[in-house]
């Protein structure tokens, strides 16, 4: 099946810094990537939605300024927290639209685990 | 009113229980259905599509009703290993194939 990859599963950082979120489609083009956010017990909430090529599509609420996307090519997309808060701590997931499959199923990436101190 | 609706549970069943759980949508245009499961820290892994007529996968049954905007997951003979919450997908017929989850039910299986 489709997989999606993530790096950093896991970061720390401290207030202030920025960190860069890589999401990867492995063995398919992505046209489309979505990025969500998890806070603990609660639903995936997307955040975003990344189209190859063009700039990133923000959901009501979402800063785009802070949460910096970029999707350079078929399979890359980035996510950047900027200036990060503990407030920003959370599950960062991406998920992948296979381009040749249709626009039905989504491949979720394993998740990115942020805690700023 | 959300989009997309899900009874949170907990449902807490013994093995060996059938366990329905449901999810409305808000959206009449919605073009497509997917029932996910998620366990704890992980993420969302398709469990089955939702096809108008209703569909199964094992012990799974997915159905649709259009005409009261919900669908339904239907588990025959739990496991302890179903355990986790249960998302219900919905992509809406506009708005570039955007997917919007239900919060998710839970389901603790024990022995």
């Known amino acids: 099946g489709a997989v999606v990859s993530q790096h950093p599963s896991r970061v720390i950082c401290k207030s202030g810094t920025s960190v860069k979120i890589e999401c990867r489609s492995l063995?398919?083009?992505?046209?489309?990537m979505f990025w969500y956010r998890q806070f603990p017990k609660q639903s995936l909430m997307l955040m975003a939605t990344?189209?190859?090529?063009?700039?990133?599509?923000?959901e009501q609420g979402v800063e785009k300024d802070k949460f910096l996307i970029n999707h350079a090519s078929l399979t890359l997309s980035t996510l950047t927290v900027t200036s990060a808060h503990p407030e920003d701590s959370s599950f960062y997931i991406c998920?992948?639209?296979?381009?040749?499959?249709?626009?039905?199923?989504?491949?979720f990436g394993p998740g990115t685990r942020l805690t700023v101190t | 009113r959300k989009e997309v609706e899900q009874d949170p549970g907990p449902f807490n069943v013994p093995e060996g229980a059938t366990v329905a759980f449901n999810c409305t949508y808000s959206?009449?245009?919605?073009?497509?259905f997917f029932w996910y499961r998620q366990d704890c820290r992980k993420e969302p892994k398709l469990l089955m599509s939702?096809?108008?007529s209703g569909n199964e996968d094992g012990r799974f049954t997915a159905q649709l009703n259009r005409a009261s905007q919900y669908i339904s997951l239907l588990i025959r003979d739990s496991k302890l290993s179903d355990s986790a919450t249960y998302l219900c997908?919905?992509?809406?017929?506009?708005?570039?194939?955007?997917?919007?989850f239900g919060a998710g039910t839970r389901l603790f299986v024990k022995a």
């Open positions: 997908v919905v992509i809406p017929g506009t708005g570039g194939f955007k997917t919007i």
């Open positions: 959206n009449s245009a919605s073009q497509s």
């Open positions: 939702v096809y108008s």
């Open positions: 990344s189209n190859e090529g063009s700039k990133a599509t923000y």
């Open positions: 063995d398919f083009q992505a046209t489309t």
């Open positions: 998920s992948a639209r296979d381009k040749g499959a249709g626009a039905s199923e989504q491949y």
